[in-house]
């Protein structure tokens, strides 16, 4: 920590720093990269971050290590946690390629989701954080998706009559094997979306293209080509776009979860809530070369909050805001963490994000547990 006289003149120092002006966002990577995408994501043209930056590039790192004998024998000798760390890593090893997420998605949809994401891969745990971007860095990437979009030639408007075909050749051709269709087919494989999103996000064109042949549209594309013929491909886009999904409703909320009486100590919540998921965006920066993580040190679009919960004075700093803090992702879960065959619920969010952002919401439980200790007094 800096003392308390130098932190003052530091301070001192930025305010009396003139603000320039902010900076015109000159193109797409430079618009990406001020909303962190490329944490997660790959940003088209540019490098992938390494393995300090990117959520996405370490988690799949310390994977890649697990499985090299070699590698995994150096890594141990360097990091004592090193076994745990293999086990626990679980999030961001795949994220969707933006690359034919921009071939092929409407630009003026992905205008809507970022400023209010919804699950679109239930089988996925992980959603899109909610941003802190200006209106001005989400126009810039706006522009960007509008400007990357694949031109497809036009077919014929969606059709009544082709949709019992389609939905044969949804079974026969192997689409159910991968893609949650409503609550229509739930068995998806995590990285494809909930098809019954589509019609929101793309023009009946693109599907009918995409379906036809993904590689041609993007060759980032993960899915297949199977081969079809214009008819068939026609045919499912049809079931695609004017089936009934059958969406059941995420469930409504249960009773919040009330503070656990018997005593609880620090070391039982670190491991299972702080030290667990919320220290990998709210680092002490003193414990990790400098770094603090996007809830600490500022990211995603949100200015620098100061609040690091690697250690137990900096969880007590904020304890007053934690329960409501993780309360307000619960009710996030409707629409960021819902169960395959569910419908995203429509939902007024509040200013700030719940907690973890982006991430489902910590189990009852274990929010009981963290009620419980706060109301205890934060005992060590
Ligand atoms: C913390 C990790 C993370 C960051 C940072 C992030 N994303 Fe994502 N993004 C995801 C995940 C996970 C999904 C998949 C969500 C789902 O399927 O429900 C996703 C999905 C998307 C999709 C939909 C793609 C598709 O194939 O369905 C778009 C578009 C997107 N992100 C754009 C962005 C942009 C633009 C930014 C920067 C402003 C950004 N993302 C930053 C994790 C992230
Ligand atoms: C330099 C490497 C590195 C970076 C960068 C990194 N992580 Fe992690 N992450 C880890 C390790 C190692 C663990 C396991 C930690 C443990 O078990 O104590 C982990 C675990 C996690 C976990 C809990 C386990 C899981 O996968 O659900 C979450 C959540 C998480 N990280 C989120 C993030 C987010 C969000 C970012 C980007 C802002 C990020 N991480 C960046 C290395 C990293
Ligand atoms: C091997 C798994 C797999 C199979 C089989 C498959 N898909 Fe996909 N599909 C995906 C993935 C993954 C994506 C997301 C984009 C990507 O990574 O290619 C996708 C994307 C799509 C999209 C774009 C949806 C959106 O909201 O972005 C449509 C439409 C689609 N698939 C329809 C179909 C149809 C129809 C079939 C059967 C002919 C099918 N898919 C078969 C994996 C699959
Ligand atoms: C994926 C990254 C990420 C994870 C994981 C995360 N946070 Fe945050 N957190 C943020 C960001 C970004 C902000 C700033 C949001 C803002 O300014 O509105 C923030 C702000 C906060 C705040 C201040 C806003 C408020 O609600 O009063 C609290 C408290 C907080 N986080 C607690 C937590 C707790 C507790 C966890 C673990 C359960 C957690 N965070 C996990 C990124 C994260």
Redesign the pocket.
């Given at each position: 920590m800096l003392p308390a006289v130098v932190f003052g003149v530091l301070a001192g120092g930025v305010v009396t720093t003139p603000v320039s002006e902010a900076e015109p966002i000159p193109a797409l990577a430079a618009a990406l990269h001020s909303g962190d995408c490329a944490r997660c994501h790959q940003v088209p043209g540019t490098e992938p971050l390494g393995r300090i930056d990117s959520c996405h590039s370490c988690h799949v790192w310390v994977k890649d290590v697990a499985g090299d004998p070699v590698r995994r024998d150096k890594a141990k000798a360097v990091f004592p946690l090193w076994e745990r760390y293999e086990k626990n890593v679980a999030t961001y090893l795949e994220v969707p390629s933006l690359e034919a997420a921009m071939a092929r998605l409407d630009p003026e949809w992905v205008r809507k989701y970022l400023k209010d994401p919804h699950d679109l891969r239930p089988g996925l745990n992980e959603t899109m954080?909610r941003f802190?971007l200006s209106d001005t860095q989400i126009d810039a990437i706006v522009d960007g998706f509008a400007a990357a979009k694949v031109a497809v030639p036009t077919v014929a408007p969606p059709d009544p009559s082709r949709v019992a075909e389609g939905e044969k050749l949804f079974s026969t051709k192997g689409c159910v094997g991968c893609h949650t269709f409503g609550a229509r087919s739930t068995g998806a494989i995590k990285m494809a979306p909930d098809l019954a999103h589509a019609r929101a996000r793309m023009s009946p064109d693109t599907a009918a293209a995409w379906i036809k042949n993904p590689k041609a549209i993007s060759p980032a594309a993960t899915m297949p080509s199977l081969g079809l013929t214009d008819a068939e491909a026609l045919a499912l886009r049809d079931y695609v776009w004017l089936a009934d999904p059958k969406w059941t409703q995420a469930k409504p909320l249960g009773k919040a979860p009330t503070p656990v009486k018997a005593p609880v100590t620090y070391a039982q919540v670190e491991e299972r809530?702080?030290g667990k998921?919320?220290v990998?965006?709210?680092m002490n920066p003193d414990l990790n070369q400098g770094r603090s993580?996007?809830?600490n040190g500022g990211?995603?679009g949100?200015?620098a909050?100061g609040?690091e919960?690697q250690t137990y004075e900096g969880v007590v700093a904020?304890a007053d805001?934690?329960p409501?803090?993780?309360l307000r992702r619960r009710l996030e879960a409707h629409r960021d963490a819902i169960q395959p065959g569910e419908q995203p619920a429509p939902l007024t969010r509040p200013a700030?994000?719940g907690?973890?952002?982006?991430?489902p919401p910590?189990s009852d439980e274990d929010i009981a547990l963290v009620l419980g200790w706060i109301e205890q007094g934060t005992p060590r």
């Open positions: 954080p802190g809530v702080f998921i919320c990998h965006c709210h993580g996007p809830g990211g995603f949100y200015p909050t609040i919960l904020v805001r934690i409501d803090a993780l700030t994000p907690m973890p952002l982006g991430l910590i």
